[in-house]
């Protein structure tokens, strides 16, 4: 069964920082890849950054330098360090398991079930 779980979100001025978490399912996060998705509004979900299960990563353009991912299979959990964060980074953030060796903004997530979110808001 697929469980995801994320965390950590909140109210952030610009060039602030948050940490999010996301908690997996075991079957699932050994074995996959695994990506942050966000949704602002009235925009479809987009893959800002993905781990492979040996920690190579990808990332948007948008994120590339201020957003770092990471993971501890031990914990089968993964985490998205965002610094520096602009009012456009404002969105619900999501983690999926994701392909291995694809990556875009359009990236599907290996599973159709999704977590509940956790809300980023970077405002004044």
């Known amino acids: 069964q697929v469980q995801l779980v994320e965390s950590g979100g909140g109210l952030v001025q610009p060039g602030g920082s948050l940490r999010l978490s996301c908690a997996a399912s075991?079957?699932?996060?050994?074995?996959?890849?695994m990506g942050w998705y966000r949704q602002a509004p009235g925009k479809q979900r987009e893959l800002v950054a993905a781990?492979?299960?040996?920690?190579?990563?990808n990332y948007a353009d948008s994120v590339k330098g201020r957003f770092t991912i990471s993971r501890v299979n031990a914990k089968n959990t993964v985490y998205l360090q965002m610094n520096t964060l602009k009012p456009e980074d404002t969105a619900v953030y999501y983690c999926?398991?994701?392909?291995?060796?694809?990556?875009?903004?359009?990236?599907?997530?290996?599973?159709?079930?999704w977590g509940q979110g956790t809300q980023v808001t970077v405002s004044s």
């Open positions: 075991g079957s699932i996060f050994k074995i996959n890849a």
């Open positions: 781990i492979t299960s040996g920690g190579s990563t």
């Open positions: 999926n398991a994701v392909p291995d060796g694809v990556f875009g903004p359009n990236t599907e997530a290996r599973y159709d079930y």
